[in-house]
C-alpha cells in the first residue's frame, strides 16, 4: 500500500521524537499534521518548512491533550486520519509519597488518557478508508520500572496495555497497532533532567549522562529522533502488516537485562 497522500496525525509534534517522525513522514510523502498546545508563530512555521521541503500537506493544529475534548476535536479537525502517532508526554521525578496530585493527574492525562481519545476518533476513518496504523510512543518505562516515575511508569504501561487490546480489537481489518519503547533519546523531556541530576550527584554534565542517565542503556549512546522516525515509518510499510499488538524496543538494549 503506497503511503503517498495518506494522512498522519502526530500529537505533540513541535519537538522531539515527534518532530523527528513528522520529518521522517514527510520525507516519505506523507501529509502531516503537526501538533501541541501552543499556538505560536514557530509552530506554523515548522509546518511551513516541512511542506515546502518535501511537497507535501503539512499542517499544525492546536489541541491541549490534557483535555479529552480537545484530544478528540484534533481528529475531527484533521479531517483524515491514516496514521495516528500518539507521542505527546510530559515528565515529573518525585518519590512516591511527595508526588504533586496535579502532576499524577496531567501525566495520566497526557500520556495516557488522551491516547484513548485520539483512537477512538480516529478509529471510524480509519475503518472507512479500509486501512490504517495505529503507533503509540510508549517507553523502556512500559516495560520496566525505575523509582520516583510513579505516573510516567504507570502510564506507559498503561498505553502498551491500551496497545494490545486495539490491536485485538482490530485483528481481523488492515489496520494495526504497537507500541515503540524507546530508551533515553536526547530531546528536551530529557535535557530537562540533566541538570538535576548533575546537581544531585555532583557530577559534571558528561558524567551524569553516561553514568546516570544512560546506566541501564548498555549501548551508552542516546537514540535518536531519526532512528524513531524510521522505526514509525517501517511500521506502516506492508512488511509491518501483521505486527500489531506488541512494543518495538528502540533502547540499546536496556530492555534485555
Ligand atoms: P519533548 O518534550 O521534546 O516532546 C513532547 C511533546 O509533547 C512536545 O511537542 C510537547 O509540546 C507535547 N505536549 C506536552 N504537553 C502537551 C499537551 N498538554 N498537549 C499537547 N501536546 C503536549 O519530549 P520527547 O522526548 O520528544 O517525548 C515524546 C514522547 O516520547 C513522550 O511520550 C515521551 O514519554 C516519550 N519518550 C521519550 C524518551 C526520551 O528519552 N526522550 C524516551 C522514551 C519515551
Given at each position: 500500500m503506497a503511503l503517498t497522500g495518506k494522512t498522519a496525525v502526530i500529537t505533540g509534534s513541535n519537538s522531539g521524537i515527534g518532530l523527528g517522525i513528522a520529518r521522517s513522514f514527510a520525507a516519505a510523502g506523507l501529509n502531516v499534521v503537526l501538533n501541541s498546545y501552543t499556538d505560536r508563530k514557530e509552530d506554523h512555521a515548522l509546518a511551513e518548512e516541512l511542506a515546502k521541503a518535501h511537497g507535501v500537506d503539512v499542517?499544525?493544529?492546536?489541541?491541549d491533550l490534557a483535555k479529552g475534548d480537545e484530544a478528540r476535536n484534533l481528529i475531527e479537525e484533521a479531517?483524515?486520519?491514516?496514521?495516528?502517532?500518539?507521542n505527546a508526554?510530559?515528565?515529573h521525578v518525585a518519590g512516591i509519597d511527595e508526588f504533586p496530585t496535579a502532576k499524577w493527574d496531567a501525566i495520566i492525562a497526557i500520556n495516557l488518557s488522551s491516547a484513548?481519545?485520539?483512537t477512538a476518533a480516529a478509529l471510524p476513518m480509519m475503518r472507512k478508508a479500509g486501512w490504517g496504523r495505529v503507533i503509540n510512543i510508549a517507553s523502556a518505562h512500559g516495560l520496566r520500572a525505575s523509582p520516583y516515575k510513579s505516573a510516567y511508569v504507570a502510564a506507559?504501561?498503561?498505553?502498551?496495555?491500551?496497545?494490545?487490546v486495539v490491536a485485538l480489537e482490530t485483528a481481523q481489518e488492515p489496520i494495526t497497532a504497537n507500541a515503540i519503547c524507546p530508551g533515553y533519546v536526547l530531546t528536551p523531556l530529557v535535557e530537562e533532567q540533566?541538570?538535576?541530576t548533575m546537581k544531585k550527584y555532583d557530577m559534571d554534565r558528561e558524567t551524569a549522562i553516561k553514568e546516570v542517565l544512560l546506566d541501564r542503556q548498555p549501548s551508552k549512546e542516546f537514540a535518536t529522533t531519526d532512528q524513531l522516525g524510521g522505526t514509525a515509518l517501517f511500521l506502516c510499510s506492508d512488511h509491518a502488516a501483521?505486527?500489531?499488538g506488541t512494543t518495538i524496543s528502540v533502547d540499546g538494549g536496556w530492555t534485555a537485562m
Amino acid at each position: 500500500m503506497a503511503l503517498t497522500g495518506k494522512t498522519a496525525v502526530i500529537t505533540g509534534s513541535n519537538s522531539g521524537i515527534g518532530l523527528g517522525i513528522a520529518r521522517s513522514f514527510a520525507a516519505a510523502g506523507l501529509n502531516v499534521v503537526l501538533n501541541s498546545y501552543t499556538d505560536r508563530k514557530e509552530d506554523h512555521a515548522l509546518a511551513e518548512e516541512l511542506a515546502k521541503a518535501h511537497g507535501v500537506d503539512v499542517r499544525y493544529i492546536k489541541a491541549d491533550l490534557a483535555k479529552g475534548d480537545e484530544a478528540r476535536n484534533l481528529i475531527e479537525e484533521a479531517g483524515a486520519c491514516d496514521i495516528l502517532v500518539n507521542n505527546a508526554g510530559i515528565q515529573h521525578v518525585a518519590g512516591i509519597d511527595e508526588f504533586p496530585t496535579a502532576k499524577w493527574d496531567a501525566i495520566i492525562a497526557i500520556n495516557l488518557s488522551s491516547a484513548f481519545h485520539t483512537t477512538a476518533a480516529a478509529l471510524p476513518m480509519m475503518r472507512k478508508a479500509g486501512w490504517g496504523r495505529v503507533i503509540n510512543i510508549a517507553s523502556a518505562h512500559g516495560l520496566r520500572a525505575s523509582p520516583y516515575k510513579s505516573a510516567y511508569v504507570a502510564a506507559k504501561h498503561g498505553i502498551v496495555g491500551m496497545t494490545k487490546v486495539v490491536a485485538l480489537e482490530t485483528a481481523q481489518e488492515p489496520i494495526t497497532a504497537n507500541a515503540i519503547c524507546p530508551g533515553y533519546v536526547l530531546t528536551p523531556l530529557v535535557e530537562e533532567q540533566i541538570p538535576d541530576t548533575m546537581k544531585k550527584y555532583d557530577m559534571d554534565r558528561e558524567t551524569a549522562i553516561k553514568e546516570v542517565l544512560l546506566d541501564r542503556q548498555p549501548s551508552k549512546e542516546f537514540a535518536t529522533t531519526d532512528q524513531l522516525g524510521g522505526t514509525a515509518l517501517f511500521l506502516c510499510s506492508d512488511h509491518a502488516a501483521q505486527i500489531t499488538g506488541t512494543t518495538i524496543s528502540v533502547d540499546g538494549g536496556w530492555t534485555a537485562m
